[in-house]
């Protein structure tokens, strides 16, 4: 197996990969070796050493990858935000590969990550209105609810329970079915397609059949909502800007939501809740009523579950660090090496809930930073609390050593949770 590309890997780029032009043929990009794939790997909730021993001596460097793309690894934290706030330098648009790696410009998959201004700046837009703190307040009942609905049903279980699936998918898929404006009648099928195509034990010829059925079900969504439009963010996008937006537009929206917000929340979720495991001080600090807004945030940048920004490719020569990068070279900023840079503090690789982790990179920075942040952040601020108040005596299931975390996958994240609740048995 050595050099080629996990399934995890390939199933994430074939998801990103994907718009209303249609799938990206990935048969060439896809076979990355180990050379490339490193900065992705992770020993337990760590980046591995190499990741710090490159940030200290090369913030940016070559990455030797084939197929005659010129690419640069980036993970000093300045390093990072420079690149990523350099609109006028980097593009993300990915027919800059046209012509290399057997890609070409019709292959370009769309959608906001994938978008430079103007095209960006029209769909953002479009998408910041909904997630304001206004807007989002609508959901935040609801969302307190969908925990509390999460938690008696585990409740009312006997045995171990799989926490990934019990607590950290249908969080936020039910609250971006909130957010969508997916009717109630839908939701049980809608998780099931959703959460399918994340599904890292099937193959990814079944992620992606899930995958297209539920871009499927969005474009059915999106036509049932223009003759009838709800009251959540579809509804909301037709009733407003109806005329400005056809539905494979509003579909791919929708499709980015989904994408970009149900596998990093549920990655945070599952992940923070081993952390907390360990960390039985912080549970109880959190079970007594203390502040846990500076608790997510440290977790945000601790776990870093977003661990390379899209890809990036510089439109002229730039010099980035003191670096010279040639107009067309791809660049890849490792989000996990810039969160633990030395500049933001001392012990950067301990998880610390006593420091102030407000400048963190998880959610990105500059045009593209996450649009969904205050989102994800009022899902992680209700659901851990309620978590620990409610199970005071959970706890790993197994041997930590049997955890199966992803390999090298850009999303970092475990495969199953398994916990005793009780703390017993
Ligand atoms: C803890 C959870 C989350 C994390 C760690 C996360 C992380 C990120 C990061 C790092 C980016 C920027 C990527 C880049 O610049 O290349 C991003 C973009 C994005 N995120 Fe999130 N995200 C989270 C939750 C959400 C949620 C809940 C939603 C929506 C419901 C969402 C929707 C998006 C969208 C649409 C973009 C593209 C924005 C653009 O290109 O302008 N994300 N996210």
Same mark, same amino acid.
């Given at each position: ?9 390939? #199933?994430?780029?074939? @998801?990103?990969?994907?718009?209303? %032009? ?7 990009v #896809? @076979? ?15 980046p ?7 940030? *200290? ?13 010129? !690419? ?5 934290? *300045? ?6 706030? %350099? ?8 027919g ?12 370009n &998959? ?23 703190? $206004? ?5 935040? +009942?609801?969302?307190?609810?969908i ?24 969080? &936020? ?6 957010l ?6 839908d ?9 399918? @195509?994340? =599904? ?11 995958m297209?059925? %539920? ?23 037709i009733?407003?800007?109806?005329d400005?937006?056809? =539905? ?18 549920a ?13 039985? /001080?912080? !549970?109880?600090?959190?079970r007594?009523? *203390? /502040?846990? =807004? +500076?608790?997510? *945030? ?14 990036r ?5 730039v ?7 040639a ?8 989000? %996990? ?5 030395g ?5 950067? =690789?301990?998880?610390?809930?006593? $420091? !102030? ?18 989102? !994800?952040?009022?899902?992680?601020? /209700? ?9 005071p005596?959970? $706890? ?7 955890? $199966? ?18 703390? /017993?048995?």
């Amino acid at each position: 197996m050595t050099g080629l590309l996990r399934l995890p890997m390939l #199933s994430w780029l074939a @998801r990103r990969y994907v718009g209303g %032009s249609g799938l990206l043929d990935l048969s060439n990009v #896809s @076979r990355l070796p180990d050379s490339v794939l490193w900065p992705l790997k992770r020993t337990g909730l760590d980046p591995v050493d190499e990741l710090g021993r490159w940030r *200290e001596h090369q913030p940016v460097g070559r990455l030797p990858v084939p197929l005659g793309i010129r !690419a640069w690894l980036v993970t000093g934290h *300045e390093e990072v935000r420079s690149v990523l706030g %350099s609109v006028d330098a980097f593009s993300n648009d990915f027919g800059n590969l046209a012509g290399s790696a057997g890609v070409t410009a019709q292959h370009n &998959p769309g959608g906001l990550g994938f978008a430079d201004p103007p095209v960006h700046t029209r769909l953002r837009r479009l998408l910041t209105p909904e997630f304001t703190m $206004r807007r989002l307040s609508r959901l935040a +009942p609801r969302i307190t609810a969908i925990v509390a609905e999460q938690l008696d049903a585990m409740a009312a279980t006997s045995g171990p329970v799989d926490l990934w699936q019990a607590f950290a998918l249908p969080i &936020p898929s039910l609250t971006i079915c909130e957010l969508l404006g997916v009717p109630y009648a839908d939701r049980a099928d809608f998780q099931q397609l959703s959460t399918a @195509r994340f =599904d890292m034990a099937v193959d990814t010829t079944s992620s992606l059949g899930a995958m297209s059925q %539920s871009v499927a079900y969005l474009l059915d969504l999106v036509g049932r909502q223009r003759k009838s439009p709800g009251d959540g963010l579809l509804g909301s996008l037709i009733r407003e800007h109806g005329d400005a937006i056809d =539905d494979l537009e509003l579909a791919g929206l929708a499709d980015g939501v989904l994408t970009g917000g149900l596998e990093t929340s549920a990655s945070m979720l599952a992940l923070g809740s081993l952390v907390l495991m360990d960390n039985p /001080a912080t !549970a109880e600090a959190l079970r007594a009523g *203390e /502040a846990v =807004d +500076p608790f997510v *945030e440290e977790l945000l940048r601790y776990l870093t579950v977003v661990q390379v920004a899209f890809p990036r490719f510089a439109t002229r020569d730039v010099t980035v660090g003191g670096v010279d990068i040639a107009a067309g070279d791809a660049v890849v900023c490792s989000l %996990s090496g810039a969160n633990r840079d030395g500049s933001l503090g001392t012990g950067m =690789d301990r998880f610390d809930p006593g $420091r !102030a982790a407000g400048s963190h990179l998880a959610f990105g920075y500059g045009i593209h930073r996450c649009v969904g942040a205050e989102l !994800a952040r009022m899902e992680l601020r /209700a659901a851990y609390p309620a978590l620990v108040r409610r199970f005071p005596g959970m $706890r790993l299931a197994g041997d930590p050593a049997d955890l $199966r975390f992803r390999d090298a996958s850009i999303v970092y994240g475990v495969e199953a949770l398994p916990v005793l609740l009780n703390g /017993a048995g």
